[in-house]
């Protein structure tokens, strides 16, 4: 048996290991610095009067806010037409493409939705340009943690089918607006997606008179902020639910490389047992 047929797997072995042993202790850093976070608000928060507005004694504390929203202006959907007061509302254009996946032995065809641009169509978000809570102005920054929320039917009375080449989609049952099924390249698409913009509810660090994202000890943002009536503990059960899903994500990925790893250590050490 040549030396490289031993060595080898011993060296990928201890890179794999090495890998999977460092994911997971970021993995159970990050969690620890999370929680540690949530712990601080829950011995150090003040809850903000949205009447009231920035308090300069707030300063570089956490503040609790929930609230009704208002938005400066409504957001406007130029394909469809939409018109509706939301904290967002994200377009998006997609077409099916031919996909090729191994399971196991076999070999799998099918067909998928990825995003696509059209002169036109193209996928965009939508927000507008201020949003309060009360005196509050929510910055896009804080935004962001929400995601795209929900798909808007295009059974919508409110919204008209999109046209591309002279050709009008039709709404379909899964609440898409599709393009005729000769199109070129494969079948068009078209979604909506958004948040109402009726309640917020979030925890946020004012600085120099600013609300903040609050971030764990590495700097990592960690998503406080619900669009929906929450009160504290509320808030902080959902951020902790969703750090325990991460953790179990990230232990997973960590593992799998780790005992790979090894496998490949134990191969080659009865590889050399065997010279």
């Known amino acids: 048996m040549k030396p490289i047929q031993i060595i080898a797997p011993a060296i990928l072995g201890v890179a794999l290991l090495s890998f999977g042993a460092g994911l997971l202790r970021w993995t159970i850093g990050r969690s620890g610095a999370v929680e540690r976070t949530l712990r601080d608000i829950e011995a150090s928060w003040v809850e903000a009067v949205p009447e009231l507005g920035i308090q300069p004694s707030d300063d570089a504390r956490f503040l609790f806010l929930s609230g009704q929203v208002s938005v400066s202006e409504l957001v406007r959907d130029e394909v469809t037409g939409l018109e509706l007061p939301a ?22 065809h099918g067909r998928e939705w990825q995003s696509t641009v059209r002169p036109g169509l193209e996928g965009a978000t939508l927000r507008p340009a201020t949003v309060r809570v009360g005196r509050f102005e929510i910055s896009d920054d804080l935004l962001d943690d929400l995601g795209f929320g929900e798909q808007l039917a295009c059974t919508d009375p409110r919204m008209r089918a999109p046209v591309y080449e002279g050709r009008a989609f039709a709404c379909a049952e899964d609440g898409y607006f599709h393009a005729p099924d000769e199109v070129e390249d494969g079948n068009l698409r078209f979604g909506l997606t958004g948040i109402p913009a009726t309640h917020l509810s979030l925890v ?29 503990a509320g808030i902080l059960t959902a951020a902790r639910r969703r750090g325990s899903s991460q953790e179990r994500l990230g232990s997973y990925f960590a593992t799998a490389p780790a005992l790979l790893g090894v496998a490949l250590l134990v191969s080659a050490w009865r590889r050399y047992r065997m010279r």
Do not use: F
């Open 204 to 232: 946020a660090l004012q600085i120099d008179g600013e609300l903040t994202q609050v971030t764990d000890a590495s700097g990592n943002y960690i998503r406080l902020i619900e669009p929906e009536e929450m009160d504290l």
């Open 87 to 108: 904290l967002v509302v994200m377009t998006r254009l997609e077409q099916t493409v031919s996909v090729t996946e191994r399971v196991g032995e076999k070999i799998m």
